[in-house]
């Protein structure tokens, strides 16, 4: 059993400040992710500076438990890659990579010759892997990232992926309805799809990250 030890920690936190798990912009599903990634934060006038993308895996842009690209998404998949090319990019998943789970990198290595982007290995599980995250991009300075403010987070879940986004102080982008379809979704996705219009429509809202000149 590979239980997420940083996950049960953040749902303390969550208890104490909803809006950690919320997101700052949403979409239905990954075909619908506006490039650049700073539009989807304009129609609510805030101001993104995105130099790097980190996104997540299962529903979000392959099927669950697998490591291809969903075929309806692969368009714009690549018109991602484009737009955020090489280090720019990078996958950060509970499953490929996380050394808990992928114990030996198979399924990290399998994921990056499907997508030519580079995955993550990480000890610790979202949503507490940031600084695994930060130190990946200081490894790489050629990706512009001087600043967790300077990073979106693309994934399907709250309390892993826009929890991840706002522990970090970097933007969430929320893919409310993903691949799977509703019934075969867990019983935990099937909770935060109605947590997050509940927290939102009582006014709870993520709180924008600061720039490094903030």
Not at 172 to 200: A, H, N, T, Y
């Amino acid at each position: 059993m590979n239980l997420n030890f940083s996950g049960t920690v953040s749902f303390f936190k969550l208890l104490v400040k909803p809006s950690l798990c919320l997101p700052h912009a949403t979409i239905s599903t990954f075909h619908d992710l506006p490039i650049p990634l700073e539009k989807a934060f304009e129609v609510q006038d805030r101001k993104a500076d995105i130099r790097a993308v980190v996104l997540d895996k299962d529903d979000c842009f392959a099927y669950p438990n697998t490591n291809e690209i969903y075929p309806a998404y692969t368009e714009r998949f690549r018109q991602l890659q484009k737009a955020y090319p090489g280090r720019r990019l990078l996958i950060v998943s509970n499953t490929a990579g996380a050394t808990t789970y992928d114990r030996d990198g198979r399924l990290a290595k399998e994921l990056e010759v499907t997508t030519n982007v580079d995955v993550l290995a990480h000890r610790v599980k979202k949503p507490g892997c940031g600084d695994e995250i930060m130190a990946h991009f200081r490894a790489h300075p050629e990706a512009g990232v001087t600043h967790p403010s300077q990073i979106a987070i693309i994934g399907d879940r709250l309390m892993t992926d826009m929890m991840l986004a706002n522990m970090m102080g970097s933007w969430g982008i929320w893919v409310k309805d993903g691949v799977k379809p509703l019934r075969e979704k867990s019983i935990f996705s099937k909770f935060e799809q109605r947590l997050g219009p509940f927290l939102m429509a009582r006014g709870w809202r993520a709180i924008d990250p600061k720039s490094p000149f903030e």
